[in-house]
């Protein structure tokens, strides 16, 4: 079983920075790992993920801005938010897939608001 943890959220102003941190309770090395949003209203959606293997994709909406990383060594996914929209706002979510298969873990969320 594998706990995670975010941290990083909080209030900040249209075209400030962030930097999300997810800490796993054990080795996350043959796991992808993903960062996932809900905004009020709106359905939860995927914002980035990183590969067992190291590769990375985003949405559109982000490509340019987010950038998502891993240090296995730590059991730590990172997510740098830079140029943040007040459309950013959401809780964002921590997630963690064992090789591509059913076995999902998610953390409890962190808050991120961009005031306009």
């Given at each position: 079983q594998?706990?995670?943890v975010e941290?990083?959220?909080g209030?900040?102003?249209a075209g400030g920075v962030l930097r999300l941190s997810c800490a796993a309770s054990g080795s996350i090395d043959s796991f992808n790992m993903a960062w996932y949003r809900q905004a009020p209203g709106k359905q939860r959606?995927?914002?980035a993920i990183i590969t067992s293997g190291g590769n990375t994709n985003y949405v559109d909406s982000v490509k340019g801005r987010f950038s998502i990383?891993?240090?296995n060594a730590k059991n730590t996914?990172?997510?740098q938010m830079n140029s943040l929209k007040p459309e950013d706002t959401a809780v964002y979510y921590c997630n963690a897939n064992f090789r591509g298969t059913a076995m999902i873990y998610w953390g409890k969320g962190?808050?991120?608001t961009v005031s306009s």
């Open positions: 594998v706990q995670l941290s990083g959220g209030l900040v102003q959606e995927l914002v990383s891993r240090d996914v990172y997510l962190t808050l991120v």
